[in-house]
C-alpha cells in the first residue's frame, strides 16, 4: 500500500468538520438500524408486561382449580404441586382448600351464610378486628355481625376448632394475595344473602382436612398458586414460564390418586404468543420506513463523501494523473472516513441501546435481542463503507474520466419524475391500507399483521410532498437569475446564495420536510390512537370510575352530600336490544366521560324532564328506532333528541331522567360514576359507609393491546422524525459552514461597500429561514392529510365510537417551528459572525 | 543526478519524436454548445530538450498539454506517445502510462503536492505511485532546500512548493515531466529558481514541456510551439 493510502487515517484529523460530520451521519444512520431492531423487540416485551399486568400475578404461572374434590384429594394436590413446583423451577406453591357455601349453625344459633376455607399463609394478608391467635377460626366481619359470632364461639360440628380472630371484610379491589382467590374470598356485600362467599379461615390445613374429609364429600374446591419471585418482564421470560408451566401440569396430574381430578391452567401462554405478535406487527410495520430512513442516511452519507471528495479534489487529481484509477481513489476515500464512521456506528448503537427506556415502550429485551442489533448496525456501517467507497469512485470517474455523454445521462437522472413514481407508490400503499385495513379479527386479541406496504402510505406521501418542493423550489432557483430585487437587497441577496446553492438548499429542504411529515405523522397518529383509546375507554365505562351500590340509595337514602357534590347516580337496564340509562340531569354531564362540549350536553339532558304527552322524554342513542317504544320496566318513552353515542350506552340505546321514571328500584343496576380514579372513589365510598361492587376504572377497562401495537409502531416513526430533524439542522449547519469562506469573503467586502449589517442578517435569516419554513409548512401540511386520512384505517375497532381521527396538531406544528426558527437563528449567527470577523486581505490571498 | 533518471529508451533514443500529434481537435461542451479549443492541430515533440507551448490566454496551450499528458481526450485526430497510437487505449491503459511514462506539474503549487504528508513523504509518495525506489534527501539536496524533509508542506514558500513538485516529478523518474504554467503564481525571484530546476532537469536528459506565456520561460526553450485560438501559429 502507498503511502498516501497507508496514511489516510491520519489524515482525517486535517479537517474535523468532516471527521464530525462522518460521525454523525453514522451514528443516525446506525442508530436507526439498531434502533428498529431494539424498538421492537421492546414492544413485544412491553406487550408481555401489559399483559402480565392485566393479570393478577399468581395467575401469570400456571394454575391448577378443581371444585369436585374430598379435602384429602385436594391436599394430596397440594402435596404434588409442592413436590414438582422446584424441580420445574417454580417457587413452593400457594395451596388452598374451600368448602361449599352454606348456612352453618354458630354457638349463637344463627346460621349465617358463608364458607370454610384453608390458604397458605392467608393470616398474614387479613386485617384483624378482635383477637389473632392463629390456632382457631377466623371469622369475617360479616359473618360475625350476621351470626353474631364472638370470640371463643363454634361451629356445632366435630373438628371444628374455635373463634380465635375476627378480620376486616376482604372487599374489592384487593391485593396480589388474594387478587386470584376473589371469587372464593371476597365479600359481595350487596347480595340479598348478606355473607354469601364470606370466608372462615381455619388455622391449618391438618384441620380443615379433618374437619372437612367427611362432611363435604367430594365437593371441596381446591385451588393452587405459584407465585413469582419476578413476573416476566419480556416475551421470552413469559414463553419460559409458560412452558415450564407445560411441562409441570402433567407431572403433578401423573401423582394424583385419579385422572382428571384437577383442572389447570396455562394462562400466560396466549399472552406470550400474543407479546410475539406484538413485536412481529410493529418490526413489519416500522420496517419500509426504517429502510426509507437508511436509505436517506446513506443519501447523507453519500453526501459527505462528495463533500470530502471536493475538497480532496487536488489530492485526488493527484494521485489520478499519477495512475491511481477511481477504484484505488475510492478505496482512499474509505480509508480515510472509516474510522470516523466506525466511531460513529459504535456511538449510534451505544446510544440505541444505552436510550431505550427514552424512546421504545420497554426498557427490557430479550436474550440475543442486542447482539441482533448489533449486527444490524454492523451491517449498516459496512453499507456506509461500500456508499463512500462507490460515490468516490463514481465521483472521480465522472470528474477525471467520464465523457460529457455519461456525464449528461448522469446529470438527467435529476430530471427524472421520481416525486411521480413515490407518488404512484403512495397511491398503491393508499389502495393497500384501504383493503386491508387494520383490524381486529373475532377471537383474535390482536389486529390482523397490518400490511407492511399499506404502512408506509404516510411516509411516501410525505416523500412525494417533500420531492414535488424539491422540483418547484429548484424550478425557481434556476429561474431566480431574472429576479431584480434590489430595491429589497435582503432578498435579492438571499435568493442569490440560495441559486449558488441550490444542490445544499434543495438536500436540506427534502431533509427538513421529511423529518416534519415524518414527526406530524408519527406523533399525529400516536395521538390519533390514544385519543380514540382513552374516548372509546371512557364511554365504555362511562366516566373515569364507576361502581355498583344498592339500589337502596336510588330508592331511600340518596347519596350522602359530600358525595352527592362529585358523583352521580346512573340506573342501568338491559333490554334484547337497548341499554337504557336513567341518568340525572342536573349532575351527569359534569361528572360522566364527555367526548365534546359539556354544556351542550347539559342542555340536552335538561329536556328529558320536561313533560311529554303519555310518555317518558328520552334521548335517543345512535340507531336506536327514532319513534314512540315502549321500555321494559319504563313505559313507553318518546325520543326528544339524539346523539349518535353515549357514555355506557355506546351505539344504541336510550337515555330518561332518573326523576322521570315511574320507579327506580325497577332498575337492575345502579352505579355511581365519579370523575376520580377508582382508587379514590372506593376510598370515598367505603368512607360513606356505601358497599359496593364490580368497581372499575377508565384506564383498565379495555384492553388497550391493540391501539398500544399501532401506537408503539408510529412512536418509532416519531423517533425517526427526530433522526431526520437533527440531520435537517446538521445539514443547515454544514452547509453554511463549507460555505463559510466564500460567505465570508462575499459579506466582508459588500459590508464594506456599504452594505448595512442589519441587511446582511436579514439576508441570511431569509436564506435561512425561507428553507426551514418552507420544510415546515409542506411537511406539517402533508403530515396532518396522512393522519386525517389513515387514522381511521389504523383504528383497530372502528366499531367501538368514536373513530380514530386526526388530533389537534397547532401544538406540535407551533414546536416545530419554533425549533426550526432557532436553528435558523443559531446557523444565521454562525454566518455573520464568520463574517464580522473576517480578515479580506487573508481571504483574498487565500 | 543521473543515477536519478532512468534508462527509458524513449528518452535515450534522442531524437525521436515524444509525442505525435496528428490534426488534433478539442471540444469542450458549454451550455451555448461545443466549444472547440484546439482544431486540426498537427505538431511533434521530441524527446529531449526544452519544449513551450506559448500562447495567449484562451489559445490551447494547456489544452494540448492535457492532451500530451493523457488527461483529456481529443475529440478527433490522432495521438501517438513514442510511436504508440493512445487514441483507442481505455482508461486503465492511459493510467498505466501516465504512471509510468508522464509526470505532471499544475500551475497552483500546493495542487501538485499532498498537503497532510510532510515534503520528504511527499516525494517517497510520488516515487511509490511510479514504483521506482525514493531517496528524498538527494532529491531535496538536488532543488537546493536540504533538510527540509520533515517539514510540512505549508511551510514551505510558493516557489519551493513549486521546486518540490518538479521534485517530485523527478523522483518518479519519469520519460516527460508536464508543466502547465509553472511560474504564473510565483514571483520574479521565486520562478527563475523553479526555471533553474526546469534547466537542469533538461540538462540531465529528462525532457521538458511547458506551458507557459511567459517569456523567461520561451527565452530558455530549445523549441517553441505557438498557439492562437486553437491552431497552431508557429513551431520553432
Known sequence: ?846 | MAELLTDDPLVTEGPAPLFEVDRVRVEYPTPAGPVPALEEVTVTVPADGLTVLAGPSGSGKSTLLRVLGLIDRPTAGRVRVSGRDVGGLGHRQRRLLRRDRIALVVQYPPENLIGHLTVGQNLRAAAESARVPADPDAVLGWLGIPDTADWRVEALSGGQQQRLAFGCALARRPAVVLADEPTSQLDAASAALVLDVVDRLVADGVPVVVASHDDEVIARAHRVVRLREGRIEEAA
Open chain 1, 1 to 846: 500500500m502507498q503511502l498516501p493510502w497507508r496514511s489516510a487515517p491520519r489524515a482525517a484529523l486535517s479537517s474535523p468538520l468532516t471527521v464530525l460530520v462522518a460521525v454523525v451521519a453514522a451514528l443516525l444512520l446506525t442508530f436507526v438500524g439498531a434502533a428498529a431492531v431494539l424498538h421492537s423487540d421492546a414492544a413485544g416485551n412491553a406487550a408481555a408486561g401489559y399483559q402480565a399486568g392485566r393479570l393478577c400475578p399468581q395467575s401469570v404461572a400456571p394454575v391448577i382449580d378443581h371444585r369436585r374434590v374430598t379435602a384429602g384429594e385436594g391436599a394430596a394436590v397440594i402435596d404434588a404441586a409442592a413436590a414438582q413446583a422446584p424441580r420445574h423451577g417454580f417457587p413452593a406453591p400457594i395451596g388452598a382448600l374451600y368448602s361449599p357455601v352454606r348456612q352453618w349453625t354458630w354457638d349463637s344459633g344463627l346460621h349465617p351464610w358463608s364458607r370454610f376455607g384453608w390458604r397458605e399463609g392467608a393470616m398474614d394478608n387479613l386485617t384483624v378486628l378482635q383477637g389473632g391467635s392463629r390456632d382457631g377460626l377466623w371469622v369475617p366481619r360479616t359473618v360475625a355481625e350476621d351470626g353474631d359470632v364472638r370470640l371463643g364461639d363454634t361451629v356445632a360440628l366435630p373438628g371444628f376448632p374455635r373463634v380465635t380472630a375476627i378480620y376486616e371484610d376482604l372487599a374489592d379491589p384487593v391485593g396480589d394475595y388474594w387478587c386470584a382467590e376473589r371469587e372464593e374470598a371476597v365479600v359481595n356485600p350487596l347480595a340479598p344473602d348478606g355473607g354469601a362467599g364470606a370466608l372462615v379461615l381455619f388455622p391449618d390445613r391438618d384441620s380443615f382436612v379433618a374437619a372437612f374429609d367427611d362432611i363435604a364429600g367430594d365437593s371441596v374446591t381446591v385451588s393452587v398458586r405459584f407465585p413469582l419471585e419476578r413476573l416476566p418482564r419480556t416475551a421470552d421470560e413469559g414463553a419460559d414460564v409458560a412452558a415450564r408451566g407445560a411441562a409441570m401440569l402433567p407431572a403433578i396430574e401423573a401423582m394424583l390418586p385419579r385422572p382428571n381430578m384437577v383442572i389447570t391452567g396455562n394462562y400466560f401462554a396466549t399472552p406470550v404468543e400474543v407479546s410475539r405478535e406484538a413485536g412481529d406487527t410493529v418490526l413489519g410495520a416500522v420496517l419500509p420506513l426504517t429502510v426509507v430512513s437508511l436509505l436517506v442516511g446513506l443519501a447523507g452519507v453519500a453526501a459527505v463523501t462528495v463533500q470530502w471528495c471536493q475538497r480532496r479534489r487536488a489530492e485526488l487529481r493527484l494521485l489520478w494523473a499519477r495512475g491511481a484509477g477511481p477504484r484505488a481513489l475510492g478505496a482512499r476515500a474509505v480509508l480515510e472516513l472509516a474510522a470516523p464512521l466506525l466511531a460513529g456506528a459504535v456511538l449510534g448503537w451505544l446510544i440505541a441501546r444505552l436510550a431505550l427506556p427514552w424512546y421504545a415502550p420497554s426498557p427490557y429485551l430479550s436474550d440475543g435481542t442486542a447482539v441482533v442489533s448489533a449486527l444490524v448496525a454492523t451491517g449498516v456501517f459496512a453499507a456506509a463503507l461500500l456508499v463512500t467507497g462507490a460515490v468516490t469512485v463514481a465521483h472521480t470517474h465522472r470528474a477525471f474520466q467520464a465523457t460529457g455523454g455519461r456525464r449528461r445521462l448522469w446529470r438527467g437522472l435529476r430530471y427524472l419524475p421520481w416525486e411521480l413514481a413515490t407518488g404512484v407508490a403512495a397511491y398503491l400503499a393508499w389502495a393497500r391500507l384501504d383493503a386491508t385495513p387494520v383490524r381486529m379479527a373475532f377471537g383474535q386479541p390482536l389486529p390482523e399483521q397490518p400490511d407492511a406496504v399499506g404502512l408506509a402510505f404516510p411516509l411516501l406521501v410525505v416523500l412525494t410532498v417533500a420531492l414535488v418542493a424539491v422540483r418547484l423550489v429548484r424550478w425557481g432557483l434556476r429561474a431566480a437569475h431574472r429576479l431584480r430585487w434590489w430595491r429589497v437587497p435582503a432578498a435579492q441577496l438571499a435568493v442569490r446564495r440560495l441559486a449558488a446553492a441550490a444542490g445544499s438548499a434543495v438536500g436540506i429542504l427534502l431533509v427538513g420536510t421529511l423529518a416534519v411529515g415524518t414527526l406530524t405523522v408519527g406523533v399525529g397518529i400516536a395521538t390519533a390512537q390514544d385519543d380514540a383509546f382513552d374516548t372509546k375507554s371512557g364511554l365504555f365505562v362511562g366516566a373515569e370510575s364507576s361502581a355498583q351500590i344498592s339500589t337502596r340509595v336510588a330508592t331511600e337514602t340518596g347519596l350522602p352530600p359530600l358525595l352527592a357534590a362529585q358523583t352521580t347516580l346512573v340506573g342501568v337496564l338491559k333490554s334484547q336490544d337497548d341499554v337504557i340509562l336513567a341518568v340525572d340531569p342536573a349532575t351527569f354531564a359534569d361528572i360522566a366521560w364527555v367526548d365534546g362540549d359539556r354544556a351542550e350536553l347539559a342542555a340536552r339532558l335538561a329536556r328529558l324532564d320536561a313533560p311529554a304527552a303519555g310518555a317518558l322524554p328520552t334521548l335517543r342513542v345512535g340507531s336506536a328506532p327514532d319513534q314512540r317504544v315502549r321500555l321494559p320496566r319504563i313505559g313507553d318513552v318518546e325520543p326528544v333528541d339524539h346523539l349518535p353515542a353515549f357514555p355506557l350506552v355506546g351505539n344504541r340505546g336510550y337515555v330518561v331522567s332518573t326523576a322521570a321514571i315511574p320507579d327506580p328500584g325497577d332498575i337492575d343496576v345502579w352505579q355511581i360514576w365519579s370523575p376520580k380514579p377508582v382508587d379514590l372513589l372506593l376510598a370515598d365510598l367505603d368512607a360513606a359507609g356505601l358497599h359496593h361492587l364490580h368497581a372499575r376504572g377508565k384506564s383498565e377497562a379495555l384492553d388497550g393491546l391493540p391501539f398500544l401495537t399501532v401506537r408503539w409502531t408510529f412512536d418509532f416513526v416519531t423517533a425517526l422524525g427526530f433522526v431526520l430533524a437533527v440531520v435537517a439542522a446538521a445539514a443547515l449547519l454544514l452547509a453554511v459552514e463549507v460555505r463559510r469562506r466564500q460567505n465570508a469573503l462575499a459579506g466582508a467586502l459588500a459590508t464594506r461597500m456599504g452594505l448595512r449589517p442589519r441587511t446582511l442578517v436579514a439576508s441570511h435569516l431569509l436564506e435561512l429561514g425561507s428553507l426551514a419554513g418552507l420544510s415546515v409548512a409542506a411537511g406539517a401540511a402533508a403530515g396532518w392529510a396522512c393522519t386525517a386520512v389513515a387514522s381511521p384505517m389504523l383504528d383497530p375497532s372502528p366499531w367501538l365510537r368514536p373513530v380514530a381521527a386526526a388530533p389537534d396538531l397547532v401544538g406540535l406544528v407551533s414546536t416545530t417551528l419554533a425549533t426550526a426558527l432557532a436553528v435558523v437563528a443559531l446557523v444565521c449567527w454562525s454566518a455573520v459572525r464568520s463574517v464580522t470577523t473576517a480578515r479580506v486581505g487573508e481571504l483574498i490571498r487565500g
